[in-house]
């Protein structure tokens, strides 16, 4: 049984240590880009590296086992899909981090192993955030269902550029082994133009699908102005330094136990509407938590998150139509011990504006039929409200 694990540093000056590498001489010694194989047959190890870098070979040992660890410490599957420009972005970031404190390491020897596993660490949370955002663009990519096509061409392209950076580091290399100044005046330089670019690339990514951010821009340009907007002007307008995190005025999906404990309660949440989904708002917190049934769809899910963002904006500034403004004056009048009925005149008020807020989004380019917003998997099951039932 065998392994091979190749290392990589940076041209850096390094302070001396007693197992310096072989072929090295006086106080100092340099580590040059250079991958050092070991092999293990047996019992037998064949070392020509000092213990710092055993270290390095022990973190490349142990990375998969320690990726596996760190699943907790990364967002779910459901905020990967939801937020995948940001966690796109999050990831290269994370990464050039991870190679600034291996580049760092060795200057710092007390500090050597606590750096390299927290290289290490973040390593790991890229390497998961990174590829579920990947293959989440990938698919977006793929417009005639080609995921393989896309997938095959991306994979030649980063080959390709892998293939350009080692012959330019090759080049470079005589240049600056002799001024670490100078190397980490150029790492920090192309650490900048690369996260520019990677910045320009998200932003240039046009989602057509609808998740949190997207939806909340959308509506609050719709309540204002009665227009919709197209899905460029949308994610042009996404903030992508924020936003990783759903906010917690929202939970799709939740429980039943959490909107209800009595019959009274779960009376009054169905009153005087049909649709296949419960809401309740917590005033004094702004929180909106939404209970889905069974039989609810993309449509009711982009329904229910609509009437929670609609009754975010009835606590919030700027004109709104007349029905929604007629709500927020009683809103503020009003006693928090009334919400379930203004969750219910508000209900009404998006049986006339939904549809058309639906519509709009349809003729300027959204795909309603899907979306990415979070929800949770819980559903349930109750009568239609007495009122409005169909025999």
């Known amino acids: 049984m065998g392994f091979r694990a190749g290392l990589c540093f940076q041209p850096l000056r390094l302070p001396r240590h007693p197992r310096s590498l072989a072929g090295h001489r006086g106080g100092e010694r340099k580590s040059f880009c250079f991958s050092c194989h070991c092999h293990l047959v047996g019992e037998?190890?064949?070392?020509?590296?000092?213990?710092?870098?055993?270290?390095?070979?022990?973190?490349?040992?142990?990375?998969?086992?320690?990726?596996?660890?760190?699943?907790?410490?990364?967002?779910?599957?459901?905020?990967?899909?939801?937020?995948?420009?940001?966690?796109?972005?999050?990831?290269?970031?994370?990464?050039?981090?991870?190679?600034?404190?291996?580049?760092?390491?060795?200057?710092?020897?007390?500090?050597?192993?606590?750096?390299?596993?927290?290289?290490?660490?973040?390593?790991?949370?890229?390497?998961?955030?990174?590829?579920?955002?990947?293959?989440?663009?990938?698919?977006?990519?793929?417009?005639?269902?080609?995921?393989?096509?896309?997938?095959?061409?991306?994979?030649?392209?980063?080959?390709?550029?892998?293939?350009?950076?080692?012959?330019?580091?090759?080049?470079?290399?005589?240049?600056?082994?002799?001024?670490?100044?100078?190397?980490?005046?150029?790492?920090?330089?192309?650490?900048?133009?690369?996260?520019?670019?990677?910045?320009?690339?998200?932003?240039?990514?046009?989602?057509?699908?609808?998740?949190?951010?997207?939806?909340?821009?959308?509506?609050?340009?719709?309540?204002?102005?009665?227009?919709?907007?197209?899905?460029?002007?949308?994610?042009?307008?996404?903030p992508l330094w924020t936003g990783f995190w759903p906010s917690q005025s929202l939970s799709l999906g939740v429980p039943l136990h959490r909107l209800t404990s009595s019959v009274f309660d779960l009376q009054q949440l169905v009153e005087g509407h049909q649709e296949p989904y419960l809401l309740r708002w917590d005033l004094s917190q702004n929180q909106v938590q939404v209970v889905l049934s069974q039989m609810a769809g993309p449509e009711t899910i982009l329904r229910a998150a609509t009437h929670a963002l609609v009754l975010e904006a009835l606590q919030g500034d700027g004109p709104l139509p007349r029905g929604l403004e007629e709500l927020r004056n009683q809103v503020r009048a009003g006693p928090e011990k009334d919400n379930w009925v203004i969750v219910r005149d508000t209900h009404q008020v998006l049986d006339k504006l939904f549809p058309k807020f639906l519509k709009g989004l349809q003729d300027a380019g959204w795909k309603t039929e899907k979306h990415q917003l979070e929800v949770d998997e819980w559903r349930a099951t109750w009568l239609l409200s007495p009122e409005k039932k169909v025999l």
């Open 44 to 238: 037998r190890f064949n070392w020509h590296v000092g213990p710092h870098h055993l270290c390095l070979v022990e973190r490349d040992v142990f990375s998969p086992y320690i990726q596996i660890a760190n699943q907790p410490l990364l967002p779910n599957r459901s905020k990967l899909d939801c937020n995948a420009k940001q966690w796109r972005l999050f990831a290269d970031i994370l990464n050039d981090v991870a190679m600034f404190l291996e580049i760092m390491a060795p200057i710092y020897p007390i500090f050597f192993t606590i750096t390299i596993c927290t290289s290490n660490l973040a390593k790991c949370i890229v390497s998961v955030a990174g590829g579920a955002t990947r293959a989440a663009l990938t698919m977006h990519q793929a417009r005639r269902n080609n995921m393989a096509d896309v997938s095959a061409k991306d994979s030649s392209q980063e080959t390709l550029v892998n293939l350009a950076g080692l012959l330019v580091s090759l080049l470079m290399l005589p240049l600056v082994s002799d001024c670490p100044g100078f190397s980490l005046g150029c790492f920090f330089f192309l650490t900048a133009l690369h996260i520019y670019a990677n910045y320009r690339a998200v932003r240039a990514l046009v989602i057509e699908t609808l998740n949190e951010g997207r939806l909340r821009l959308v509506l609050k340009h719709f309540l204002q102005r009665g227009e919709v907007l197209g899905p460029t002007s949308a994610n042009q307008m996404e």
